[in-house]
């Protein structure tokens, strides 16, 4: 673990002795881990090992699920996510979410991107128009759909679903962005957008995403996780994790060897 | 996974199925069509000696061989929208409260109600409306309105029997609430969570994903919910019977008796068989109730499809 470069004012998101259990199943076992402010952090691990789980765990999306059990703590700037006194609608605000299948609302292009700004209250018809633009513009969405904003967004084909999903995380500005396969459905040329937003938005925010691309993951991540079956085999710096893992485990799935 | 027979082979075991179901199809098609020739062919000779007007004609009385069916139409569409009117709201809230606000255990205890309630039959309901909605209206209600309201036409209380169009309504109305809040509850359960989950995650509120969301998706079967409640109201018969008043009169106001097409066939069919041109006429009454409730049903179709057109069609949602 690099405990020794974890330093306080740095860190954006704390994971501290983390479980999750979902039934009888346990789900994240003890997971340790930080996200350091204004970083891409990419989660890696076989398909079915907790990835979305643990995801889901940040912005406390699995409060409403049936059966579902958690302890430990998640500190974001300093305040424990699951304490008594949280408002979880106001904590995800501050967190923008991609998830691993797109999901538009049933509503227009338009609508699906000015979707957070209404519900935090924001009237101004000028403003919102114009953040609707510039966040399609970010997403590599605008060209394609600038003449019909108005259409409802399940007229577009995945990967344009997903790039809308982008730009409706992105729209509140968020201090957050946890992105579940962002990429899974896209083409190279979006992809390649996407990652340019990544990097460029890692200025602002603090990027934690989930991949299946090692290659991708590579290029992108300062920092990066491996988890087998809910644990936390490695965490470390993207240069260290890459070129010189610790674990034999690690370095057998980046190896492709899973 | 396929089970292969050797002997039969799929090709003709696929021809088989095909054929029993398509028998089966067709049985249908052809009982819906025997049955809408015998009315048809009953009602014309009624069709052929009052023509257009019969729809307009306010007057039924059979000894004169006068028959217009104004009065019943009036009477089936004032009853049937004015239960939708009450029913459709509070249906929609429990529908939404059992599937978004009810606490876990209460909320499969409420739906079996609810379920139960669907199944009750009308003669049950009319009997409890001529129980409790009819005195509490007449002691009531129409006492109220009578001291206040008596200027506004729409609300005037002609007779203060407890009986009439409103009693029909509100019982009617408790006919069909189960019907169309179950089945909006159980469009609502069928909105994928993956939909709910973007918009919690943006920091909506819940009230915002059902606004947003959920009500949206389930749009299509809510609708359909509620053509179902209309077919049950246009149609209902033994309850409004008990209830309505029973008079050949076209309502002027909520609290005027009345008569619907179903009741009045319940009422009078019996003795009209003895002059052919009454049966006639009344047969043609039912004829215009079947075209109503296919109406409905086939405008109500293609509202949907336009709506779902749009916004469903494409949509693609797996595991995740
Ligand atoms: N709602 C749920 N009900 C039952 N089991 C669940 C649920 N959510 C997750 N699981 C289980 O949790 C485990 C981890 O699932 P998760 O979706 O986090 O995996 P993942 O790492 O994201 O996989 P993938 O790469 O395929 O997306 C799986 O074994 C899954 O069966
Ligand atoms: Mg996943």
Redo the contacts between chains.
């Keep these: 673990m690099a405990e020794e470069k974890k330093k306080d004012y740095e860190i954006k998101v704390d994971v501290k002795n983390l479980n999750f259990y979902y039934g009888k199943q346990h789900l994240l076992k003890n997971v340790n881990l930080f996200f350091k402010k204004n970083s891409v952090c990419t989660l890696l691990g076989p398909s079915g090992c907790g990835k ?1 789980t643990f995801l889901r765990t940040l ?1 406390r ?1 699995n409060d ?1 699920t ?1 059966g579902a059990r958690l302890t430990g703590e998640v500190i974001i700037d300093g305040q424990n996510i699951y304490g008594k006194s949280v408002d979880v ?9 991609v ?9 227009s292009i338009f609508e699906n991107v000015a ?2 700004l209404r ?2 209250g924001i009237k101004n018809k000028e403003f919102i128009v114009e953040r609707v633009e510039k966040c399609l513009k970010y997403a590599g969405l605008y060209d394609e759909v600038k003449d019909k904003l108005a ?2 967004a ?3 084909s ?1 990967g344009q ?1 997903q790039r809308l ?1 982008i730009a ?2 992105i729209a ?1 500005n968020p201090s957050i962005l946890l992105m ?1 396969e962002p990429t899974a459905y896209l083409d190279p040329v979006s992809t390649s957008i996407i990652l340019d937003l990544i990097t460029t938005f890692k200025k602002y925010y603090t990027i934690i995403i989930v991949s299946h691309n090692i290659q991708q993951a590579g290029r992108i991540s300062d920092y990066s996780g491996f988890f087998l079956d809910g644990e936390l085999i490695e965490f470390d710096e993207a240069g260290n994790f890459f070129l010189r893992p610790k674990d034999k485990r690690t370095e057998n799935f980046i190896t492709s060897r899973y | 996974m396929k089970i292969s027979i050797p002997i039969l082979n799929l090709k003709y075991k696929d021809d088989l199925y095909r054929l029993i179901l398509s028998l089966f199809v067709l049985g249908i098609i052809a009982i819906f069509f025997v049955s809408v020739l015998v009315i048809a062919a009953y009602s014309y000779p009624a069709v052929i000696r009052y023509g257009a007007p019969f729809l307009w004609v306010k007057t039924w009385n059979p000894p004169m061989e006068i028959f217009g069916a104004l009065t019943f139409i009036a009477g089936t569409l004032f009853v049937t929208f004015l239960a939708l009117i009450f029913s459709v709201p509070l249906a929609l809230g429990i529908g939404v409260f059992l599937q978004e606000y009810c606490p876990f255990f209460l909320r499969s205890f409420l739906t079996v109600i609810i379920e139960m309630l669907a199944g009750i039959p009308s003669v049950v309901f009319g009997v409890w409306g001529v129980l409790t909605i009819v005195p509490w209206l007449r002691e009531s209600v129409e006492p109220f309105f009578n001291a206040y309201f008596s200027g506004i036409p729409f609300l005037k209380v002609e007779e203060n029997i407890g009986y009439g169009i409103l009693a029909a309504s509100i019982v009617v109305a408790f006919m069909i609430l189960p019907i169309i809040a179950s089945i909006t509850k159980d469009s609502l359960s069928a909105v994928p969570d993956l939909a709910k989950d973007g918009a919690l995650a943006m920091g909506a509120t819940r009230l915002d994903v059902i606004k947003n969301v959920s009500l949206p998706y389930a749009l299509s079967g809510i609708y359909g919910g509620i053509v179902l409640g209309f077919g049950r109201a246009v149609g209902e018969t033994i309850a409004v019977v008990l209830l309505i008043g029973n008079q050949a009169i076209v309502p002027k106001s909520l609290f005027s008796v009345g008569y619907t097409i179903s009741s009045v066939l319940a009422n009078t069919f019996t003795f009209a068989v003895i002059s052919p041109i009454y049966a006639s006429a009344e047969v043609e009454l039912a004829l215009i109730l079947l075209v109503i409730s296919l109406l409905v049903n086939i405008i109500g179709r293609n509202i949907l499809n336009s709506v779902i057109g749009g916004r469903l069609s494409r949509s693609q949602f797996g595991g995740g």
Excluded at chain 1, 89 to 97: A, D, F, P, Y
Excluded at chain 1, 99 to 107: L, W
């Design positions: 979305s912005n999306m409403y049936e609608v106001e904590l995800r605000r501050n967190i923008g979410m998830f691993q299948n797109p999901n538009p609302f049933p509503k979707f957070g519900i935090h259409k409802p399940f007229s577009l995945g679903q999903c409706r995380a509140t579940d």
